[in-house]
């Protein structure tokens, strides 16, 4: 069922402020010229925080890790911050896609013992991003390419890349509201932000999970093959 298109509000227009504000709204043709979003910031400082807090509950042996097919054999000497950076600087995708990617990455984090460390996080946002960007994206690279942009083979992104569409079930759709959750959850934290300094930064575990009905069909499947799952091929899933 279509979303119900809500009427204009103070809310509304705070949201467009948070959407320019994380930099969601820079032109295409500018992005070059601009410098990085501020969204590459505030996600890397929450990645970095959850990060931390996830090695030392495994370091006090309180829980038990299911290691992944996004666990490396040893930690990338690139910083998170640092490796956001060099996506959206050689993938050109949208910097709405850190955020989708986000949220994709949260939902694939719900499952038993799966926890995001430094041996995991920039695979894990590698193929987020990725994944992300060929749903909602006009024009994106190839395989092979996103695997030279993240600094791994091309059949290590094809594997991680199915392994993330199968655990979130192939369910890509996220409705209006989440997505904006997340963005404004994210502009709170620029308030308390200071560059090179320790940050506090709120989990966005609270916004409301992704909506969606059904579950992958064939089309869907079909589609991932020839590695084009945008909005307009998958018309006809299931979703």
Not at 86 to 93: L, P, S, V
Not at 142 to 159: F, K, L, Q
Request: charged content about 20%; hydrophobic content about 40%; some cysteine.
């Amino acid at each position: 069922m279509p979303m119900a298109m809500e009427p204009p509000t103070n809310e509304a227009g705070d949201e467009l402020e948070s959407y320019s504000s994380l930099g969601l709204t820079v032109p295409h043709s500018q992005k070059g010229d601009a410098e990085f979003p501020k969204v590459l910031l505030l996600l890397s400082v929450y990645l970095d925080k959850i990060v931390q807090q996830n090695e030392e509950l495994l370091d006090s042996s309180k829980v038990k890790e299911s290691t992944t097919i996004f666990h490396g054999q040893r930690v990338p000497e690139l910083s998170i911050k640092l490796y956001a950076e060099r996506i959206f600087k050689y993938a050109q995708c949208s910097p709405s896609c850190f955020v989708l990617g986000l949220i994709y990455m949260e939902r694939y984090l719900q499952q038993p013992n799966i926890y995001v460390t430094s041996f995991s996080v920039h695979r894990l946002l590698i193929t987020s991003v990725v994944v992300a960007a060929k749903f909602i994206d006009d024009s994106f690279f190839n395989n092979a390419y996103y695997g030279r942009v993240g600094g791994i083979s091309t059949r290590e992104m094809n594997t991680l890349e199915l392994d993330l569409l199968f655990s979130l079930d192939f369910r890509l759709k996220v409705n209006l509201e989440t997505f904006r959750n997340y963005c404004m959850q994210l502009e709170k934290e620029a308030l308390s932000l200071v560059l090179e300094r320790p940050i506090q930064v709120q989990a966005t575990n609270g916004s409301r999970p992704l909506i969606c009905n059904g579950s992958a069909d064939e089309i869907c499947k079909h589609e991932l093959v020839r590695e084009r799952y945008s909005s307009q091929a998958l018309q006809g899933c299931s979703w």
